[in-house]
């Protein structure tokens, strides 16, 4: 049995057969390399190529972070982040900051250019030792380029040049780009992220796993539990079984049928940096040429208190993905009161997961009515499993959903805009001339 469930009855798309046909070859593309971006399509048999092997010197080199820090420091932006957040954020406790010691704790860094947070993080760890993981597959990424600086210097400071390549491990190209030099340089041990997985598609290489590893995570069930979604997603699984060739068909047809965005919401907080992942992973993928459904998110019943009134009742021109949670890792149930002072005794006996429930339920019908047609997407509870399988269903629709768009899913052109102007108002060497006009335009 599949490890998702996905429920569609409730999108108000009724599949015909030449959608169906045209998500099936979209899915094809995939397999036989002939559609756009064919040099990025390593993610499509990833799980299933992962070796026993690997996973034991990923787990080998986590331990002897965890071994010689209370805090790694986890160095990276974008797809090089992205999910190793989302994942630990999931399978971590929610109060594990009132917690005292339990062992060591990952941290993030590289995905901003705050002075106050960084700081803030050095401030934090001035008593703690120190260990780093430093990921970025092109090696010039500013962001993470200009923490690793910042991290390394402590390191070193602390420990020496010895100590630092004892503590510090990076994972990029296999021969290019600044840090590979740098690591090689310093002899800092390296995970190399393959040529054909972007960004975005990275998170089962040592890219994710390596930082899941060391914040404890079983990087092992979440492979396994990729591996299933990609055997169950595989181009010879027939459309009406294929659960991400119908989601992906589902959303193009919502697309075509107006709406322009598509909401990613849980009843679970812990999930909300899965919210993150999905939306770089189908913003970056499918934006571009003119195109693609805006990915948005919500966590409920939370946002219900904020963005709920624009979903029931603003702009007709959106759709809901509900990521459903079957099952509770904890038990709490409601007790009854005897003065019953604040009227809720009917919900006495209960568990809370029950009351989460029927909102659940309650405001799909709710938003179902109001114009927002609903997908449903059911994971049997937050653990290591079913978070693999849930991170590969999302690639493999958003491989197919790109192609039926009719863009290169596996670029991204458009973030270079921004990086050209920074570089110009930085007075990076190579950037003069456009150093000039830039700060003529802001005078
Ligand atoms: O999906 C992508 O390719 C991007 O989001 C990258 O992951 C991000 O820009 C970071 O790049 P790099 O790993 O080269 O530092």
């Not at 030099?181 to 002899?187: I, R």
Request: charged share 25%; net charge negative; glycine share 10%.
């Amino acid at each position: 049995m599949a490890v998702l469930k996905l429920d569609i009855s409730k999108s108000g798309v009724t599949l015909t057969p030449a959608m169906k046909s045209r998500a099936s070859e979209a899915l094809s593309l995939l397999y036989s390399k002939q559609g756009a971006g064919n040099d990025f399509l390593g993610w499509v048999h990833l799980p299933s190529s992962i070796t026993a092997e690997e996973i034991a010197r990923i787990e080998a080199t986590a331990q002897h972070l965890r071994a010689c820090a209370e805090v790694i420091v986890c160095i990276g932006i974008g797809g090089s982040y992205l999910g190793a957040r989302a994942v630990a954020e999931a399978m971590s406790d929610s109060f594990a900051f009132l917690q005292g010691n339990k062992g060591p704790k990952v941290v993030f860094a590289g995905q901003n250019l705050s002075e106050d947070y960084t700081y803030e993080l050095l401030d934090a760890v001035r008593e703690k030792s120190l260990a780093a993981i430093v990921i970025s597959k092109s090696g010039t990424t500013t962001e993470p380029a200009v923490a690793f600086r910042i991290i390394k210097a402590e390191i070193e400071k602390r420990y020496g040049k010895q100590g630092a390549a004892e503590r510090i491990v990076a994972i990029t190209d296999r021969a290019r780009g600044a840090l590979k030099t740098l690591a090689t340089n310093e002899g800092y041990p390296t995970f190399v992220i393959p040529d054909d997985v972007g960004g975005r598609f990275s998170v089962l290489t040592p890219v994710g796993l390596l930082p899941l590893a060391a914040a404890g995570v079983d990087i092992a069930s979440l492979v396994r539990g990729a591996q299933e979604m990609e055997k169950d997603t595989d181009e010879s699984v027939p459309f009406d079984e294929n659960l991400s060739a119908q989601y992906a068909a589902v959303r193009y047809a919502l697309y075509e049928s107006g709406k322009k965005i598509e909401i990613l919401g849980s009843y679970e907080p812990k999930l909300q940096y899965i919210n993150e992942w999905w939306k770089q992973l189908y913003g970056e993928s499918e934006g571009k040429d003119g195109k693609g459904l805006f990915p948005a998110s919500v966590t409920l019943t939370a946002d219900l208190h904020s963005m709920g009134q624009y979903v029931q009742e603003g702009e007709r021109t959106m759709f809901e993905t509900i990521l459903s949670v079957a099952s509770s890792k904890h038990e709490v149930r409601i007790e009854p009161d005897a003065e019953n002072l604040d009227g809720l005794n009917y919900l006495a006996g209960k568990r809370l997961s029950e009351v989460n429930r029927m909102a659940e339920l309650g405001v799909q019908l709710a938003h179902v009515d109001g114009g927002v047609p609903n997908i449903r997407v059911e994971m049997p509870a937050i653990d290591e499993h079913s978070l693999g399988a849930l991170l590969y269903f999302f690639e493999k629709a958003c491989g197919i959903s790109g192609y039926l768009l009719g863009v290169n899913p596996f670029n991204q052109p458009g973030v270079e805009a921004y990086k050209k102007n920074m570089f110009a108002l930085l007075e990076k060497p190579g950037y003069e001339a456009e150093s000039k006009a830039i700060k003529a335009r802001l005078k």
